[in-house]
Structure formats: structure tokens, C-alpha cells
T-cell receptor
Framework: DAGITQSPRHKVTETGTPVTLRCHQT?????MYWYRQDPGHGLRLIHY???????DKGEVSDGYSVSRSKTEDFLLTLESATSSQTSVYFC???????????????FGPGTRLLVL | SQQGEEDPQALSIQEGENATMNCSYK?????LQWYRQNSGRGLVHLIL?????REKHSGRLRVTLDTSKKSSSLLITASRAADTASYFC???????????FGKGTLLTVNP
């Protein structure tokens, strides 16, 4: 999985509790992404980062925050988890850059989150 | 909203047959990519085709792109049981770093 790890791989939590998912890369890629994958919706972008401390919202950012204090780590936080946030979360990285291989994204193994 | 939409949603074929999946998108792009996802795993990049290219090959994969129709197709020739997976197209919408994924085509190759 191209030097990308996600932790935890599985988590069960209760509604209203905070949850933090971690993505760690060893590729020194500039861009990092958090997606969620749900049946019938495919992959949807939550937040992404284009450098240390530089982040922006994606398509489904409500209820999520992110932080990137180091190139290799990108954290996704659910401030107060809800049942609608039960999903599989994927982290991805890319080198970025105009056209061609720089835009290819490499995905982590995913985190299965169940909010009861 | 989803930029890319794959068709069909599901496809079942016999080993050795060819599989064709289609993707339609809505806005201009720099390039279009195809990814594969095996059950329970992360997505894996298969092939990238640029907006000025019409066809590209990689092993048993053939991708076509028609920017006038805003559509692409992925052909897998001589399919194998190991090709069983979900296939997603992804478009950049003119961005250099952000992709939008379709909902995927689930391909089942029966031995």
C-alpha cells in the first residue's frame, strides 16, 4: 500500500464521543486526503491537505476536522461521532503536480468505523 | 456531486471473456484515471489517460477517452478470476491534485 498506514484499522464507538483516525506515510508526498466510502455513494472526499498546516474542505466535510503538523501524518477527527458517520475511511496520498503521474493517488488499507 | 459515473453498476462474466466498463463525466478534465478495489482493500491505481489522448494500453487493459462525449471506457481482455473487483473512474475536474470518484462497477469473473 505504497508506504501508507492507517490506525486504528477497526473501531467501535458510541454516539457523541470524539474519534481520531491517523494516516501515516513514508513517501514524503505533499498531498494527503481523507475519503469515506459508503454503499451507493462510492468514494467521497472529506478533507485534503496540500502541505503542513495547509488543509481544505472536500465534498462532505461537515462534522469532521483535520490536522497536519508533520508531512507524514494527517489526522481526521470526528468531534462528536454520529451514526451517520459509520463508514469505511480511506487515506490517500499523491505527489500532486500538473498532469500525469503526479496526480495518481495511493490509498491506505482503510479504517472501519462503527458508531453505535 | 459525483463527477464520474460508471456503467454498468455490476457485470458478471466468464473467465477468458472481455469486460467493458464505461464512465461518463460532466466537466472538463486534465486527465481521467481508473482504479481497482478488491473487497475490503484500498483502491489501486490502474491507468491514467490525459485529455489529449484517445487510447491507452497497459497489459490487458485498454482505456479510451472521448472528451467530446465526456466519456471513457475500460476494457479488460481475457479476464481472470483474480480480476474480480470493483472498478472506479476518477476525474480531476481541471484540478492538478483533487480527484472525484464514481460509484464504481462491480466486476465478477466466474471460473
Amino acid at each position: 500500500d505504497a508506504g501508507i498506514t492507517q490506525s486504528p484499522r477497526h473501531k467501535v464507538t458510541e454516539t457523541g464521543t470524539p474519534v481520531t483516525l491517523r494516516c501515516h506515510q513514508t513517501e514524503n508526498h505533499r498531498y494527503m486526503y481523507w475519503y469515506r466510502q459508503d454503499p451507493g455513494h462510492g468514494l467521497r472526499l472529506i478533507h485534503y491537505s496540500y502541505g503542513v498546516k495547509d488543509t481544505d474542505k472536500g465534498e462532505v466535510s461537515d462534522g469532521y476536522s483535520v490536522s497536519r503538523s508533520k508531512t507524514e501524518d494527517f489526522l481526521l477527527t470526528l468531534e462528536s461521532a454520529t451514526s451517520s458517520q459509520t463508514s469505511v475511511y480511506f487515506c490517500a496520498i499523491s505527489e500532486g503536480g500538473a498532469g500525469g503521474p503526479g496526480e495518481t493517488q495511493y490509498f491506505g488499507p482503510g479504517t472501519r468505523l462503527l458508531v453505535l | 456531486s459525483q463527477q464520474g459515473e460508471e456503467d454498468p453498476q455490476a457485470l458478471s462474466i466468464q473467465e477468458g471473456e472481455n469486460a467493458t466498463m464505461n464512465c461518463s463525466y460532466k466537466t472538463s478534465i486534465n486527465n481521467l484515471q481508473w482504479y481497482r478495489q478488491n473487497s475490503g482493500r484500498g483502491l489501486v491505481h490502474l491507468i491514467l489517460i490525459r485529455s489529449n489522448e484517445r487510447e491507452k494500453h497497459s497489459g490487458r487493459l485498454r482505456v479510451t477517452l472521448d472528451t467530446s462525449k465526456k466519456s471513457s471506457s475500460l476494457l479488460i481482455t481475457a479476464s481472470r478470476a483474480a480480476d474480480t473487483a470493483s472498478y472506479f473512474c476518477a476525474t480531476d475536474g481541471g484540478s492538478n491534485y483533487k480527484l472525484t470518484f464514481g460509484k464504481g462497477t462491480l466486476l465478477t469473473v466466474n471460473p
